[in-house]
């Protein structure tokens, strides 16, 4: 069964430090690797894709990927209180499905 | 506002009771899903489509139906209500099977009694 595993957390960062936030997944062929952010009560939002190897910075976050370990983090830098939310990491296996980990709660400490 | 429109947000039902819930979008994505989250399981697929006419099971689809008669509307019914269905429920859309960002519905919070 394809797998995406998260620590569930909470991961509690102090403001102004960076939260970094893991993920690996089971599936050899997926090529495609997305990071959302989702508020309590809310529903999930795109903030990183990632489809290659090595960083993708975009602002404060920086996703990586490592293909070879499986493995794929979200950085967060000069995390601000409103940063604190769960971040959901999902991949796509090769029937375009994405597969989702069970999320990650990141509290940032003003 | 473009988006998806998810019907109702929230409802109460008695268990062995028939339920749609409704999910219209209006960005003329192909792709369409339905997921339920639930602590500590996160985003489990109910059923999609790929395209207007055609539908399929995910990881969770017993006691769920979808249809897909048009681009637009893809609506869930649960045709008679167990406690186990209680959860949060999230339709959701992309342009096309390999593009990456999935556009969300508010979701539907469904309390099964």
């Known amino acids: 069964q394809k797998e995406v595993e998260q620590n569930s957390g909470p991961l509690s960062v102090p403001e102004g430090a960076i939260a970094s936030l893991n993920c690996t997944y089971s599936d050899r062929g997926s090529q495609s690797f997305f990071w959302y952010r989702q508020y309590s009560g809310k529903s999930p939002e795109l903030i990183m894709s990632i489809y290659s190897n090595g960083d993708k910075e975009d602002g404060r976050f920086t996703a990586q990927l490592n293909k070879a370990s499986q493995y794929v983090s979200l950085l967060i830098r000069d995390s601000q209180p409103s940063d604190s939310a769960t971040y959901l990491c999902a991949v796509n296996d090769s029937n375009y499905q994405l597969i989702w980990g069970a999320g990650t709660k990141l509290i940032i400490k003003p | 506002i473009a988006g998806i429109t998810q019907a109702p947000t929230s409802q109460i039902l008695a268990a062995g009771r028939r339920m749609t819930l409704r999910c219209t979008q209006d960005m003329r994505h192909n792709a369409m899903y339905w997921y339920r989250q639930d602590l500590g399981l996160g985003l489990r697929l109910i059923h999609y489509?790929?395209?207007?006419?055609?539908?399929g099971k995910g990881e969770v689809p017993d006691g769920y139906s979808v249809s897909r008669a048009n681009t637009d509307d893809f609506p869930l019914t649960l045709a008679s209500a167990v406690p186990s269905q209680t959860s949060v429920y999230f339709c959701?859309?992309?342009?096309?099977?390999?593009?990456?960002?999935?556009?969300f519905g508010e979701g539907s919070r469904l309390t099964v009694l």
């Open positions: 959701a859309s992309k342009a096309g099977l390999n593009t990456g960002e999935l556009f």
């Open positions: 489509s790929n395209t207007a006419g055609t539908t």
